[in-house]
Structures are given as C-alpha cells and as structure tokens.
C-alpha cells in the first residue's frame, strides 16, 4: 500500500473570502480504490453498486492513521457510496458530525458506467469541451459552479477545521479554486490518487 502524500497548501493571495474570525483549514481526501476505478468506469448514480475494494479499505485506514491526531469539527461527503466509506473508516478517530451536500459529488458525465476514455474522448472533440454536456449530464461549467458555491458556503459557516471527502475531479476544482486556476488549467490538472489529501488553509 502506498504512503498517503498530504499537500500543505496555503492561499496567496487568499481567494476565499471568509467572514470567520479565525483561520479555516480544510482537509480534502479523494476516496479509496473502488471496483469501478479499477475498471476505469464512470459513476455518478448513487444507486449503481460502487464500493471500495480491499485495498480501498485499506487506503481508508491508512490515510485515517495519517489524520487521526488532526481536528475536524465536520466530514463533508457526497452522495455517493465510496465517500461514505470512507469517511466512516477515517472518522473512528474523530466522531465528528458527518454532512452529505451533493455539490461536492462526482460529475454527471452522461456516460454512466462506461469507460472514461469514452468521455474524455467525448469532451476533446467537442468544439467547447469545457461547456460541452452529453446524455444529460453536466458541463464542466456547470460542475465549477457547484463546487464554487459549496467552499463559498463552507468558509463562511463558522467553521475553523474541516474534512472533505470526495472524488478526483472536484478536488481539482477545489484546488483550482483557492489558486485562481483558470477552467482550462484545472481541467488539464493530473488526477489525484485515491487517498490522496490536500490541506488548504484560508483567512490565514
């Protein structure tokens, strides 16, 4: 199993724009290894059976270690499985308040179940691939726009130390987010692995 690599991030010049008298810190955590990453899938859809494998549980309990002696006065999570898992497995240490908020859940890509490379393949040919949406899904666009708002909200709820718990993407919008990325750079990011956690500190 690998070490979990922690990030240390701190916003300059600050993005966020925070009403809270002290310092908010936010841990982010990409959920562990499911049997659709192993695949390569797409999911959205709570309902579809997505679940961490044995080395995904693993990875949870290895980055729970690594955050047991950190504070969190709330775990974030989406609403799908994986992140709950998760969560859970890192939360033994805390018992800290658990919140789902849809805003930080995996991009409706309208290519449920399906390879990723038929997505990406998807996006790269359409004329604007960041506002490009397929099958009912969303933009890239559309799914910024909800990331934005919920870490708008999260740093103006009183909060000083959080956990979120959420998935490749919106961790590079996040990331995006507090460094004033542009769509195309947070797009092109490489992806974060699985357990992977960056902390970011705003109002500092």
């Known amino acids: 199993m690998r070490s979990t690599c922690i990030i240390e991030v701190c916003s300059k010049p600050l993005v966020i724009r925070s009403r809270n008298v002290k310092p908010l810190k936010i841990f982010v955590v990409r ?3 499911t049997n659709y990453n192993l695949q390569n899938l797409c999911n ?3 309902s579809i059976d997505v679940f961490l494998t044995e080395d995904g ?3 949870a309990e290895g980055v729970a270690e690594e955050l047991k002696d950190k504070q969190f006065e709330a775990i974030f999570i989406s609403n799908l499985r994986r992140t709950k898992q998760t969560a ?3 939360n033994r ?3 800290a308040l658990i919140i789902e908020d849809l805003r930080i859940g995996d991009r409706k890509t309208g290519f449920e179940s399906k390879p990723a490379e038929v997505f990406y393949d998807a996006v790269k040919a359409a004329p604007d691939g960041l506002n490009a949406k397929f099958n009912g899904g969303e933009s890239f666009s559309e799914e910024k726009a909800r990331v934005f708002a919920f870490i708008d909200e999260l740093a103006n709820g009183g909060y000083t130390s959080v956990l979120i718990v959420t998935h490749a993407e919106i961790m ?3 990331f995006g987010y507090f460094y004033g990325l542009k769509d195309e750079d947070m797009w ?3 992806d ?3 357990t992977e956690v960056i902390t970011l500190t705003a109002g500092a």
Do not use: W
């Open 44 to 46: 959205n859809d709570p």
């Open 93 to 95: 240490h805390h018992k």
């Open 188 to 190: 092109e990011m490489n």
């Open 172 to 174: 590079k919008l996040i």
């Open 88 to 90: 859970e497995i890192i």
């Open 31 to 33: 959920h562990g290894q």
């Open 57 to 59: 549980v693993k990875q």
């Open 192 to 194: 974060f692995k699985n």
